[in-house]
């Protein structure tokens, strides 16, 4: 199933990208396009899959078909125009809904984005992914994504860009509502809910005029004391944090739906890819691939602990000091590196070797454990997401408070 492209780039089903030299691409890396004589051009926006047939129609995985005047065959025989109405097989126009998605003939709804969500909730993307309301993905081939996976966004002609969340709603003027109070402009810039504007360098302007300074992490605090973090989230004062597609997240970790009903335990909240702004899942991707298997673990480790931070480079710093490269390796507190193949290389230059358990002596005395863990001299053991755990089993909480027994 990898595809090898003209340019020797290498393709494989779990998203992931070998470059021509052998190294993996970073995350969010987009192959550029070739246009061989007698082959068909790539066509920017469309998603994998998409076939272009003799007539110069384009088939979509998910059975749209994209004709030559630039409107679109729905599933349901339904047309969309190129002025954006939906024609249905019996010649009426259906009327869009408030969030400027359409009920189709059948019975389905096809969303401002593309996707086409069933009567049961599930959603079929244009790239001809399913994605169920639990949070699980089915692959185009029938088998079920790792956990962690990320759809890739499609853009189709005429509709709004792809990775946006759902409820998203495009206006007459060209801008797209976020539900959770954004504006993406048809220049690119992104109108916050208190007036500042991200433009499209990613610098943020507040209402007066000034610009705001990124914090170390990459967020931006606004002007009303929120705060803008890197992936578009908003976090308040409170430590409650609303994401871009209106779902509140509680500190203890409930979550709230856009409706307003709280979401059942173990609810995943949709992420969003909004233009300019990074992607919690790049990360988890780089640090899923980095042993060689996407099974969303890390060399048997959990992804991401509570507290990671994604800087504007693209790296993810660890409560702990561990920080996540964009290559896929891992710096550790010490200085040293660990590669994606296992190796720990010290500051001096010099490699390390394994103890029989897996673990490495760091540079400091201090030592790696296989899953993550840092051990102390004192025997301390210090998590990735912070915490210490002491001998005797008392556990230290990563804002220095202990906790409860248990």
């Known amino acids: 199933g990898n595809i090898v492209t003209p340019s020797g780039h290498i393709k494989y089903p779990d998203g992931r990208i070998q470059m021509p030299d052998g190294d993996m691409a970073p995350p969010g890396y987009q192959i550029p396009g070739t246009a061989l004589p007698g082959f068909v051009k790539p066509q920017s926006g469309l998603p994998e899959g998409s076939q272009t047939w003799a007539d110069g129609t384009v088939h979509m995985p998910n059975g749209m078909v994209m004709q030559p005047d630039g409107s679109m065959k729905l599933p349901d025989g339904s047309v969309r125009t190129k002025d954006g109405k939906i024609r249905r097989p019996d010649g009426t126009y259906a009327e869009p809904n408030a969030d400027g998605s359409y009920q189709l003939a059948d019975g389905r709804i096809l969303m401002p984005n593309g996707d086409i969500k069933y009567k049961n909730g599930n959603i079929m993307t244009p790239s001809g992914h399913l994605k169920y309301p639990d949070g699980r993905v089915l692959m185009p081939d029938g088998d079920l994504a790792p956990p962690g996976f990320h759809v890739p966004a499609s853009n189709l002609p005429g509709f709004i860009p792809g990775g946006l969340p759902d409820g998203a709603q495009k206006w007459e003027d060209g801008s797209v509502h976020m539900p959770n109070g954004m504006v993406l402009q048809p220049d690119g810039s992104m109108q916050l809910p208190d007036g500042s504007i991200k433009m499209p360098d990613g610098s943020v302007r507040r209402p007066d005029g000034t610009y705001a300074e990124p914090?170390?992490?990459?967020?931006?605090?606004?002007?009303?004391?929120?705060?803008?973090?890197?992936?578009?989230?908003?976090?308040?004062?409170?430590?409650?944090?609303?994401?871009?597609?209106?779902?509140?997240?509680?500190?203890?970790?409930?979550?709230?739906?856009?409706?307003?009903?709280?979401?059942?335990?173990?609810?995943?909240?949709?992420?969003?890819?909004?233009?300019?702004?990074?992607?919690?899942?790049?990360?988890?991707?780089?640090?899923?691939?980095?042993?060689?298997?996407?099974?969303?673990?890390?060399?048997?480790?959990?992804?991401?602990?509570?507290?990671?931070?994604?800087?504007?480079d693209g790296s993810v710093h660890m409560p702990n000091g561990m920080v996540l490269q964009t290559d896929g390796s891992m710096r550790l507190p010490d200085g040293s590196v660990r590669y994606k193949d296992g190796r720990v290389k010290r500051p001096d230059g010099s490699f390390v070797e394994p103890n029989p358990d897996g673990s490495y002596q760091m540079a400091d005395g201090r030592t790696l454990l296989p899953n993550g863990d840092i051990r102390t001299k004192n025997g301390n053991i210090v998590t990735p997401s912070g915490h210490i755990k002491y001998p005797d089993g008392r556990i230290q909480m990563p804002d220095g408070d202990m906790a409860p027994p248990g």
Not at 267 to 286: R, T
Request: overall charge negative; proline content about 10%.
């Open 215 to 312: 914090n170390a992490d990459g967020s931006y605090q606004l002007a009303d004391g929120r705060i803008l973090m890197p992936n578009g989230d908003i976090r308040y004062q409170n430590g409650n944090i609303m994401t871009p597609s209106g779902h509140i997240k509680y500190p203890d970790g409930r979550v709230q739906m856009p409706d307003g009903d709280m979401a059942p335990p173990g609810y995943q909240v949709p992420e969003s890819e909004l233009p300019g702004f990074s992607h919690p899942l790049d990360a988890l991707q780089a640090l899923d691939a980095a042993d060689g298997v996407m099974d969303g673990k890390y060399y048997g480790m959990d992804l991401l602990p509570e507290g990671a931070a994604t800087w504007g």
